[in-house]
């Protein structure tokens, strides 16, 4: 456990997936207790995994915040939630999409037959399928969180919604100090892609929270991997870069002739990424296929990509 600012503490738990480490931040709480902000993935121990780090702590845990429902942010909450019996609060809109995601509303055939429809070769979106479902074995999600909605108070931080890297993302904003979740990340950018139930147009959204990101006074940003991003707005402005660079290669990959999203990803990130890595390229060229259709640059034909 580290404090990485004035009553911010954070504790980083490995990660077995594409990036390998996530943080979770304690927040110092008015009443001397602590907010903890994401939980890390569910695990099969809890007691060995988080009895530790709250021994560590001064204060007892008084409420627990889910930025979003990724597994390595929700994953953990219902475990934690149990150790110290604090309350979870969750965006109303996240919540709803974890349930879709995670919830009684999952459903493999669909997942499935979603990736197939795009592209992805029948090995490959039963091998993702399959890493879906050992993913969903490590979400232990609370059930009927309390809702947040955008402006709400939460103990002197304001909830901001910054949509895009998931449709109902939510951060924390007090004195020129975000805790960010997956919005804004140092040295990489956060994975934007369409899924299945989703909001349509999530590098549009993602784009705008990038601009607002850039309105807000922020001093420091904390996320949710990597390092402290010392200058939000600037950081910002460099994975919007990134995005309109993509969206330009995106468009150089198609042609009159319709291409699957998955042939315009193997275009965008060549190379064997692995079956998570490929989902990830999938969902990420969909997003910015969707974009170029939206901004009138491309259209959809026979379940393909064109130039417009
Ligand atoms: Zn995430």
């Given at each position: 456990?580290?404090?990485?600012?004035?009553?911010?503490?954070?504790?980083?738990?490995?990660?077995?997936?594409?990036?390998?480490?996530?943080?979770?931040?304690?927040?110092?709480?008015?009443?001397?207790?602590?907010?903890?902000?994401?939980?890390?993935?569910?695990?099969?121990?809890?007691?060995?995994?988080?009895?530790?780090?709250?021994?560590?702590?001064?204060?007892?845990?008084?409420?627990?915040?889910?930025?979003?429902?990724?597994?390595?942010?929700?994953g953990g909450a219902g475990?934690?939630?149990?150790?110290?019996?604090?309350?979870?609060?969750?965006?109303?809109?996240?919540?709803?999409?974890?349930?879709?995601?995670?919830?009684?509303?999952?459903?493999?055939?669909?997942?499935?037959?979603?990736?197939?429809?795009?592209?992805?070769?029948?090995?490959?979106?039963?091998?993702?399928?399959?890493?879906?479902?050992?993913?969903?074995?490590?979400?232990?999600?609370?059930?009927?969180?309390?809702?947040?909605?955008?402006?709400?108070?939460?103990?002197?931080?304001?909830?901001?919604?910054?949509?895009g890297h998931a449709d109902?993302?939510?951060?924390?904003?007090?004195?020129?100090?975000?805790?960010?979740?997956?919005?804004?990340?140092?040295?990489?950018?956060?994975?934007?892609?369409?899924?299945?139930?989703?909001?349509?147009?999530?590098?549009?959204?993602?784009?705008?929270?990038?601009?607002?990101?850039?309105?807000?006074?922020?001093?420091?940003?904390?996320?949710?991997?990597?390092?402290?991003?010392?200058?939000?707005?600037?950081?910002?402005?460099?994975?919007?870069?990134?995005?309109?660079?993509?969206?330009?290669?995106?468009?150089?990959?198609?042609?009159?002739?319709?291409?699957?999203?998955?042939?315009?990803?193997?275009?965008?990130?060549?190379?064997?990424?692995?079956?998570?890595?490929?989902?990830?390229?999938?969902?990420?060229?969909?997003?910015?296929?969707?974009?170029?259709?939206?901004?009138?640059?491309?259209?959809?034909?026979?379940?393909?990509?064109?130039?417009?």
């Amino acid at each position: 456990m580290e404090e990485v600012a004035d009553g911010v503490l954070r504790v980083t738990f490995d990660l077995p997936l594409g990036i390998d480490h996530v943080h979770c931040y304690f927040l110092r709480a008015r009443s001397g207790g602590w907010t903890l902000v994401d939980t890390g993935l569910g695990v099969r121990d809890p007691e060995a995994a988080w009895r530790p780090v709250l021994a560590a702590l001064d204060a007892p845990v008084e409420r627990i915040v889910v930025t979003h429902m990724h597994p390595d942010h929700v994953g953990g909450a219902g475990d934690v939630a149990e150790l110290t019996g604090a309350p979870v609060l969750q965006g109303r809109e996240d919540y709803e999409q974890c349930l879709r995601a995670w919830g009684p509303g999952r459903s493999t055939e669909l997942l499935a037959a979603y990736w197939a429809r795009h592209g992805l070769p029948a090995d490959q979106a039963s091998a993702v399928v399959r890493e879906s479902d050992a993913l969903a074995a490590a979400v232990h999600y609370a059930p009927d969180p309390d809702r947040l909605e955008p402006g709400d108070d939460v103990d002197g931080w304001r909830v901001v919604v910054l949509r895009g890297h998931a449709d109902g993302h939510i951060a924390l904003v007090r004195d020129g100090v975000l805790i960010a979740g997956d919005a804004i990340l140092a040295g990489i950018t956060p994975t934007i892609g369409l899924y299945p139930g989703g909001r349509p147009d999530p590098l549009g959204d993602y784009l705008e929270t990038l601009e607002r990101l850039e309105a807000l006074p922020l001093r420091v940003a904390f996320a949710g991997h990597r390092a402290r991003i010392a200058d939000p707005a600037a950081r910002a402005r460099e994975i919007r870069a990134h995005h309109a660079d993509r969206l330009e290669r995106a468009l150089a990959a198609l042609d009159d002739e319709p291409r699957s999203p998955y042939e315009v990803s193997l275009a965008l990130f060549p190379g064997d990424l692995g079956t998570a890595g490929r989902r990830f390229a999938l969902a990420e060229s969909l997003a910015h296929l969707e974009r170029l259709v939206l901004a009138g640059r491309a259209g959809r034909v026979d379940g393909g990509y064109v130039r417009a």
